[in-house]
C-alpha cells in the first residue's frame, strides 16, 4: 500500500485496539484512536487521539473525521446515540444494525434461538420470581448467572450453589440486565474467528481449543484437536450469524463441545484473544482482516504459516512473582519460535492483560503437537506462572 492508503478510526484504546493499529502500520494505513487517556496501548501508534470515553459520541464525531470507515475495540458503544452518525454517511463496521443484537447477552440468545443454533438452555433473571425463587422446571444447581452487558474474563458472572444465593443475586441486582443458564458438562472449550467483507465473502482462521484460569483465558491451542466435521458444524453457525445479520466485519465465536455437542456459549462482534495467534501463525491476521474491511481494501484469505500454534497469555503477578518483570521478558525473550507481544500497561497490577506469547508448533498431526503444546506451556509457565487472581 501506498502512504495514501485510506485513515480509518477505532473507538477504544486497548490491546486489541493496539494491534490494529500495529496491523495498519504495516499496510501504511493511519489510524485515530478514541480513548480516555493517552497511557492506554493504542495511544502510542494512533496517527490521531481523541481523548473521550469510548461511550462518548461527541468524541466519536471528532474521531470520524477523515476516516474511510470506523470500527470498534469492544461491544460496550452507545448504539442509539451512534444512529444519527450513520445516518449522516458515517461507515461502521460493523454497522449498527448488525452489531445491536449482539451487545447484550439476552439479545444474543434471542438470536440463536431464531436461527436453531444450539447454545445452553437460558431464561432472563427477571422470570424468576423474588418472593419465591426457584429454578425452571428440569433445572438444577449450579447454574451459571451472567450480566447482560459488560461482562468479560469472568467479571459479570457468577456459580450459583443453591436458592439462597439465587435469592441473593435477586436482591441485588437489576433482575432485567441477568440471565441464567443451565450448568453446561463439556470436553473442550473451543473458539473461532471468522471475518465477512462488504461483498459477502467469509474467511475463516482454524477453530482453536481454549483454556481458561479463574474464567479468563489462559492458553489457545490452534489448530483445535477436534474432528473435522466439528470444524464444519462452527464454521456453518458462524456463517449463518454472519449472513443472517449482514455483519460487515470480524467476529469471534466461543463454544462448549461435549456430551450433548456443539453449543454457543459467547458471541463478541470483534476480534478477539482466541485470535491472537494469528499474528505469527497465519498470512493474514485477525487485525489484518479488520483493517482490510474497515479501510475497504481486498481482505486476503488468512491461511496457517506454520504446522499449528500455541498463545499464552501473561496477567500481572504483582507481588507474588519470583521474577522481576524484566527478568521474565528477557527469559521470554530468548525462547527458540516464541513471539512475545507486549501491551505497554502499567502498572503490573494482578491478573492484568499485560501481554501475550505465541509459540510456533512444528507437529505434523494433532497428538504430537498437543504434546508439544503441553511442554511449551509448562516451559513459559515456569518463566511467567499464570495469575492466582483477575483484575483488568
Known amino acids: ?90 461507515r461502521f463496521r460493523p454497522a449498527l444494525a448488525a452489531l445491536a443484537p449482539l451487545v447484550d447477552k439476552l439479545s444474543q440468545r434471542q438470536l440463536l434461538a431464531d436461527l436453531n ?43 450459583l450453589n443453591n436458592v439462597e444465593e439465587l435469592a441473593q443475586l435477586i436482591r441485588r441486582v437489576t433482575t432485567t440486565e441477568w440471565l441464567l443458564e443451565t450448568w453446561v458438562n463439556y470436553d473442550h ?49 458462524s456463517a449463518s450469524l454472519l449472513t443472517k445479520l449482514n455483519y460487515v466485519g470480524v467476529l469471534a465465536l466461543e463454544f462448549f463441545y461435549g456430551p450433548v455437542g456443539l453449543q454457543v456459549n459467547e458471541i463478541a462482534p470483534r476480534t478477539h484473544n482466541s485470535g491472537h495467534f494469528s499474528i505469527d501463525a497465519c498470512s493474514s491476521s485477525q487485525f489484518d482482516q479488520q483493517l482490510c474491511i474497515v479501510a475497504g481494501l481486498p481482505v486476503p484469505s488468512p491461511l496457517m504459516v506454520s504446522q499449528g500454534a500455541m498463545m499464552i497469555n501473561l496477567l500481572g503477578l504483582g507481588d507474588n512473582a519470583n521474577l522481576s518483570l524484566e527478568k521474565r521478558l528477557e527469559a521470554l525473550h530468548q525462547l527458540p519460535n516464541a513471539h512475545l507481544h507486549w501491551y505497554g500497561k502499567t502498572p503490573e497490577t494482578p491478573g492484568r492483560k499485560l501481554g501475550h506469547v505465541t509459540v510456533l508448533l512444528e507437529g505434523s498431526d494433532a497428538a504430537f503437537r498437543t504434546e508439544e503444546a503441553l511442554r511449551t506451556l509448562q516451559t513459559i509457565r515456569s518463566i511467567w506462572p499464570a495469575a492466582a487472581e483477575s483484575s483488568d
Open 1 to 90: 500500500m501506498s502512504s495514501s492508503a485510506a485513515m480509518i478510526g477505532v473507538v477504544g484504546g486497548g490491546q486489541l485496539a493496539r494491534m490494529l493499529v500495529q496491523a495498519a502500520k504495516a499496510r501504511q494505513v493511519g489510524v485515530v484512536v478514541q480513548t480516555a487517556s493517552s497511557d492506554d496501548p493504542a495511544a502510542e501508534g494512533a496517527c490521531r487521539l481523541v481523548h473521550a470515553d469510548s461511550r462518548d459520541v461527541a468524541g466519536t464525531r471528532e474521531l470520524v473525521q477523515g476516516c474511510a470507515g470506523v470500527t470498534f475495540e469492544n461491544e460496550w458503544v452507545n448504539i442509539d446515540a451512534l444512529i444519527p452518525l450513520e445516518q449522516q454517511g458515517v
Open 117 to 159: 443454533i444450539p447454545c445452553p438452555a437460558w431464561i432472563p433473571l427477571s422470570r424468576v420470581s423474588p418472593a419465591q425463587p426457584a429454578l425452571p422446571t428440569g433445572w438444577s444447581f449450579p447454574v451459571m448467572a451472567k450480566a447482560s452487558r459488560g461482562g468479560y474474563d469472568g467479571k459479570g458472572t457468577l456459580v
Open 189 to 237: 472449550e473451543l473458539a473461532l474467528v471468522v471475518s465477512r467483507d462488504s461483498k459477502g465473502r467469509i474467511h475463516r482462521f482454524p477453530l482453536v481449543e481454549t483454556h481458561q484460569s479463574q474464567q479468563i483465558c489462559d492458553w489457545v491451542l490452534a489448530p483445535a484437536p477436534v474432528s473435522q466435521s466439528v470444524e464444519a458444524l462452527a464454521y456453518n453457525v
